[in-house]
């Protein structure tokens, strides 16, 4: 079992968006890892950045 706490930012910068991305995580019985964590964070923010780039 984990629990996380994310904040999200969206920044003008220049003529592009700027998201900074921020989580704070606890990890209690030894099986979720932050490694798996940041894992399916990272497939996550691949997907939103296709997904922008074909707009």
């Known amino acids: ?3 996380s706490v994310t ?3 969206i920044k003008q ?3 592009s ?3 900074i991305y921020t989580e704070q995580g ?3 019985d030894g099986y979720d890892i932050p490694e798996q ?3 399916g964070t990272k497939f996550m923010l691949d997907k939103l ?3 922008l780039q074909n707009e």
Request: hydrophobic share 40%; no cysteine.
């Open 1 to 3: 079992m984990s629990v």
């Open 7 to 9: 904040t999200v930012e």
């Open 13 to 15: 910068s220049g003529n």
């Open 17 to 19: 968006t700027q998201l």
């Open 26 to 28: 606890a990890f209690f």
């Open 37 to 39: 964590r940041e894992q």
């Open 49 to 51: 950045g296709v997904e």
